[in-house]
Structure formats: C-alpha cells, structure tokens
C-alpha cells in the first residue's frame, strides 16, 4: 500500500486519521505541524505517496508548507483538510499543488475514501 504523512496539530484528529488509514494497509507518518510535515517531507526525499495536511496549524499552516513541498517535490501528492470555510477558499489558489480539499469533521469512511481517491 501507500507511505503517507499525515500533517495535523489536532493530536485526535491525527490519531483517528492514522488508524484509519493503517487498518487499511498504508504505512503512516505523521507531523505535528507544517514545520515538521515538512522536515519530514525533506528528509525523505519526497518520499511520501501521499500527504495529508490540516490547513490550519501554528507556526507553518498546510497551505505555506503544501507551496514549499511542491517546489521541492514536483510530483508530490497533497491533500488538505480544514474545517473553516474561509481556509477553504485560501486553498483555490493551489491547482496544480492541491489534488483536493477534504472538508472537517470526517468520518472514517470518507477519509479512506478521499485517500483512496488522492492514490488512484
């Protein structure tokens, strides 16, 4: 299956993401921040299938770390996620970088199924 990081500062939500996506195979790796998400992205290489990014997080939102990972990794998958319809709208200028914004609060179905979707 697919090696993917999961960038969320919500510790639940990143939990809940990655036994999501772990009981359906995917090797997870996860970030507490944007910062982090994208020390990690760096030190593998852009190693990552997929990357899933809450937008909003201190010290380096998804949006900011989403540019610099694409600059670096040209091929990088990111999806984002954010439960502010605002946030949302700051993410429309990332065609091309942002294969999709999944809007919060999810169920575990959905985010099988947009991850699912980002790898297809």
Do not use: C
């Not at 990655?18 to 995917?26: N, S």
Request: no cysteine; aromatic share 4%.
């Amino acid at each position: 299956m697919a090696k993917i990081l999961i960038v969320e500062d919500d510790e639940s939500v990143r939990t809940l993401a990655a036994r999501a996506l772990e009981r359906v195979g995917h090797s997870i790796e996860t970030a507490g921040d944007g910062a982090a998400g994208l020390a990690r992205i760096r030190a593998s290489g852009g190693g990552f299938d997929l990357v899933v990014s809450d937008i909003r997080m201190p010290e380096m939102d998804g949006i900011e770390m989403a540019k610099a990972a694409a600059s670096a990794f040209p091929g990088l998958r990111i999806l984002l996620v954010t439960g502010y319809a605002d946030q949302r709208e700051r993410a429309d200028d990332l065609n091309g970088v942002v294969l999709d914004v999944v809007q919060k609060p999810f169920t575990l179905a959905e985010i099988r199924e947009r991850v699912g979707w980002a790898l297809g």
